[in-house]
Nanobody, 117 residues
Framework: QVQVVESGGGLVQAGGSLRLSCAASGSTFRINAMGWYRQAPGKQRELVAN???????TYADSVKGRFTISRDHAKSTVYLQMNSLKPEDTAVYYC???????????WGQGTQVSVSS
């Protein structure tokens, strides 16, 4: 089992920045990819960015050039640096961690990001 805990959300003005953190604990040696998803009111949860243990990162088109995902393998922690925030980035941001089998996924509780215009 893996536990995932997010932190770093908050309220920011448009154009501002926030940094989200996500720490995994438990059987972290079994984790391949970690990623960030978001869900805005009335919308489906969508991928924001994903970073595997080995390989390339993936970003949603809407955040390319503004958001950067990074990972500290030693700490089993993933970060999401969000710059040039827009009101449409307002959502609950969830972190997940996926085992190498690709089927076992653990989710955090989510952290609210609100961007005012």
């Amino acid at each position: 089992q893996v536990q995932v805990v997010e932190s770093g959300g908050g309220l920011v003005q448009a154009g501002g920045s926030l940094r989200l953190s996500c720490a995994a604990s438990g059987s972290t040696f079994r984790i391949n990819a970690m990623g960030w998803y978001r869900q805005a009111p009335g919308k489906q949860r969508e991928l924001v960015a994903n970073i595997p243990r080995v390989g390339s990162t993936t970003y949603a088109d809407s955040v390319k050039g503004r958001f950067t995902i990074s990972r500290d393998h030693a700490k089993s922690t993933v970060y999401l640096q969000m710059n040039s925030l827009k009101p449409e980035d307002t959502a609950v941001y969830y972190c997940n961690a996926a085992y190498f089998d690709g089927r076992t996924v653990f989710w955090g509780q989510g952290t609210q990001v609100s961007v005012s215009s």
